[in-house]
């Protein structure tokens, strides 16, 4: 059962760019969700967060977005820069959901080409 | 301040033996999770240590055990390994919060794992 998905396996985008990365997710008691990032042969980064009671939260060029009604969160990277080329990860944890564990997607491929 | 440390970084190891991986967290960090990482399951949760006491326990058989020492630190054992075993096993450290506030985990390198 895959709580946490991430349809798209890779995604390419030109230098400067947005960058738009999507994430579903079915249990509703989730209420913390976190985006990574991963180079290969490093563990994950953790990039930016954001609890369910808000539907938006900035940090720099990173921003995320909650829709809780659709279950769907989104990060968005403007500009798209060639050091953004990883795998990210959406992960989430809820308290009565494993407390803090986190149940990760997929990840998808990101290509920022210059 | 240190990030997460993990030692090992890479291990060979054959069927039938068992290995110990160590990590060590963030100065501060009360928390130390396990996940594994393959390419066919993606990241799997395996365990949470706080105080020196599991806290929380993913869907792994009890070949994988853990424990954590007074300093956070934290060492993970993988008896009578198994081909499906290889993988790249990382630890993660946090301030130890039950829910996701505040809290957020923060990984080391990783351990390769091989087992032939």
């Known amino acids: 059962d895959q709580q946490v998905k991430q349809n798209s396996p890779s995604l390419s985008v030109q230098e400067g760019r947005i960058s738009i990365l999507n994430c579903d997710y079915t249990n509703s008691m989730f209420d913390y969700f976190l985006w990574y990032k991963k180079y290969p042969a490093e563990g994950p980064t953790f990039l930016i967060s954001?609890?369910?009671?808000?539907d938006k939260n900035e940090d720099g060029r990173f921003t995320v977005f909650l829709n809780k009604s659709a279950k769907h969160l989104s990060l968005h990277i403007v500009p798209s820069q060639p050091g953004d080329s990883a795998v990210y990860f959406c992960?989430?944890?809820?308290?009565?959901?494993?407390?803090?564990?986190?149940?990760f997607g997929e990840g998808t491929q990101l290509t920022v080409n210059p | 301040k240190a990030g997460v440390t993990q030692t090992p970084r890479y291990l060979i190891k054959t069927r039938g033996q068992q290995v110990t991986l160590s990590c060590s967290p963030i100065?501060?960090?009360?928390?130390v999770s396990w996940y594994q990482q393959t390419p066919g399951q993606g990241l799997q949760f395996l365990f949470e240590?706080?105080?020196?006491?599991?806290?929380n326990k993913g869907n792994f058989p009890g070949r994988f055990s853990g424990r954590q020492f007074s300093n956070s630190r934290s060492e993970m054992n993988v008896s009578t390994l198994e081909l499906g075993d290889s993988a790249l096993y990382l630890c993660?450290?946090?301030?130890?919060?039950?829910?996701?506030?505040?809290?957020?985990?923060?990984f080391g390198p990783g351990t390769r794992l091989t087992v032939l």
């Open positions: 954001i609890s369910s009671i808000k």
């Open positions: 240590y706080f105080s020196e006491t599991q806290r």
């Open positions: 992960a989430a944890s809820g308290l009565i959901v494993g407390g803090s564990r986190l149940t």
């Open positions: 993660a450290s946090s301030l130890g919060g039950t829910s996701g506030g505040g809290n957020e985990q923060f």
């Open positions: 100065s501060g960090h009360r928390s």
